[in-house]
């Protein structure tokens, strides 16, 4: 098998402008493409800064209800600063908890999709 990596991941919301504005504002992601794609429908398409796995803000799957993603996982480098910086962008984010695969938090999107950002251990 050669499959290498994940490249994107569909994330189901109801609004895409309303989704890409969290995504981008909120979670500073960067806006890689939005095209048209249809009739009502567009690609937005955001990653992090710098890195090469990024999301899609998806309406077309029938099977994928907007918040119906959870437990996707963005690591950090520094979880205090990262969750510091995201309460002061209006972000509610849970406590920061410890467990033996890192420390983390908890946050969802406006539509209710379920992420977490975790601090990898040392």
């Known amino acids: 098998m050669t499959i290498r990596s994940f490249e994107i991941i569909s994330v189901p919301v109801a609004?895409?402008?309303?989704?890409?504005?969290?995504y981008?504002?909120?979670l500073g992601?960067?806006?890689?493409?939005?095209?048209?794609m249809g009739p009502g429908m567009v690609w937005i398409q955001l990653a992090?800064?710098?890195?090469?796995?990024?999301i899609a803000l998806v309406t077309w799957f029938e099977q994928m209800k907007p918040g119906g993603l959870q437990g996707v996982m963005l690591n950090s480098d520094d979880l205090d600063v990262d969750h510091a910086l995201l309460r002061s962008r209006g972000l509610a984010i849970g406590?920061?908890?410890?467990?033996?695969?890192g420390r983390y938090a908890?946050?969802?999107d406006p539509?209710?999709?379920g992420w977490i950002l975790r601090e990898p251990p040392r």
């Open 15 to 22: 609004d895409p402008q309303r989704a890409k504005a969290f």
């Open 24 to 26: 981008r504002d909120v």
């Open 29 to 36: 992601f960067e806006l890689v493409r939005e095209a048209p």
């Open 48 to 54: 992090p800064p710098g890195q090469t796995v990024t």
């Open 95 to 101: 406590e920061i908890h410890q467990e033996p695969w």
């Open 106 to 108: 908890q946050f969802s």
């Open 111 to 113: 539509d209710g999709n």
